[in-house]
Nanobody, 126 residues
Framework: QVQLEESGGGLVPAGDSLRLSCKVS????????VGWFRQASGKEYEFVAA????????FYADSVKGRFTMSRDNAENTVYLQMNNLEVEDTAVYYC???????????????????WGRGTQVTVAS
């Protein structure tokens, strides 16, 4: 059973930075694609970023490109989302999700990820 746990959320002023972490339990972590999604109050889930397993690359939503950086530490079974120059519009609950069998065209689709964390709240104040 694969379990994910996010941490690192909080309340920060606009322009500040946060780093989210997602710890993934289970074997063969390096083979998993891990994604970050977010859901603002009253809105749909939104793809944020994803990092493929086995060194397959990193992908971002246009809204965060240049501000957010996703990375992984396979020795620690952890992925990170470094968020810089945060904007009020980044306020949301951030979720990490994982799957071993995603194809490239499915990276941005919430429905394609089998395993999910419970989320961490990020609030950016103006």
């Amino acid at each position: 059973q694969v379990q994910l746990e996010e941490s690192g959320g909080g309340l920060v002023p606009a322009g500040d930075s946060l780093r989210l972490s997602c710890k993934v339990s289970g074997r063969a972590f390096r083979t998993y694609t891990v994604g970050w999604f977010r859901q603002a109050s009253g809105k749909e889930y939104e793809f944020v970023a994803a990092i493929k397993g086995n060194g397959g690359g990193t992908f971002y939503a246009d809204s965060v490109k240049g501000r957010f950086t996703m990375s992984r530490d396979n020795a620690e079974n952890t992925v990170y989302l470094q968020m810089n120059n945060l904007e009020v519009e980044d306020t949301a609950v951030y979720y990490c999700a994982a799957d071993r069998h995603l194809i490239h065209s499915s990276l941005r689709l919430r429905s394609q990820y089998a395993y999910w964390g419970r989320g961490t709240q990020v609030t950016v104040a103006s």
